[in-house]
């Protein structure tokens, strides 16, 4: 899409949100220009898969964003994630948390986190399975240099968006019940879930953060 094009398409998609519903642009294979042009048009929050990815486009960039990495943490590459993110999205085991406080006690800094729900319960996706929700935030919660402030799902793979409802529910269902139980230094502020073809589903469903590449950018040239 022409830069121009581009902006206009992505003020529309904003005027149609819902004022509680904030959208992070996916932006994994995208140019520098292609992000400048989003974020022009009034994104605020950028998210990555990879680290490598964040870095060579956050140097070329100049915007006041949020950068949140919202693919899966490998532990040896905390360090770099602390120093890049504003917020990791993908929290999904104590030991990783653990990890994200120690470089942040080095680096004074305090990071905020999303727990990713493996909602679906397939074997071979990151994210806590739904019943260890819980025991896992009020561990997380302990660690004095983060911040849990929501929780963060893809669900499955599947053809029917309308088929993705059951898994949102059961995670605005979690999300609410953490909200609850008042748990000290956890806020349930941030549900981050629905992608380019399950974004209106999830937004009935209770999100307050969806997560769009293709119907931002249009289609990605690269598989991924
Ligand atoms: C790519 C990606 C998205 C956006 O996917 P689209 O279908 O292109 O909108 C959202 N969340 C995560 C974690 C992604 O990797």
Redesign the pocket.
């Given at each position: 899409m022409e830069k121009e094009q581009l902006a206009e398409h992505v003020r529309k998609i904003l005027a149609s949100l819902p004022s509680h519903v904030t959208l992070?642009a996916?932006a994994?294979t995208r140019t520098a220009e292609e992000v400048q042009a989003v974020i022009e048009a009034g994104v605020t929050v950028v998210?990555y898969?990879y680290l490598q990815e964040a870095e060579g486009i956050k140097t070329r960039v100049q915007a006041d964003v949020r950068w949140h990495l919202?693919?899966h943490l490998q532990k040896n590459k905390v360090k770099k994630a602390v120093e890049l993110f504003d917020m990791i999205?993908?929290i999904d085991s104590l030991t990783l948390a653990e990890a994200v406080n120690t470089h942040c006690e080095r680096l004074d800094k305090i990071m905020p986190l999303l727990i990713e729900v493996n909602s679906g319960r397939e074997a071979n996706k990151s994210g806590v399975l739904p019943e260890e929700v819980i025991p896992l935030v009020r561990r997380i919660a302990q660690l004095p240099q983060v911040r849990i402030q929501g929780l963060?799902t893809?669900g499955p793979l599947l053809d029917d968006p309308q088929r993705l409802r059951l898994y949102f529910k059961l995670v605005r269902e979690i999300y609410q019940e953490i909200q609850t139980l008042n748990i000290p230094s956890v806020e349930m502020k941030v549900l981050s879930m629905g992608?380019?073809?399950s974004?209106l589903v999830a937004i009935k469903e209770g999100a307050t953060q969806v997560?769009?590449?293709?119907?931002?950018?249009g289609p990605?040239d690269i598989s991924?």
């Open positions: 992070e996916a994994k998210g898969n919202i693919g999205e993908t963060m893809m992608m380019s073809d974004y997560r769009l590449g293709t119907l931002l950018f990605r991924f």
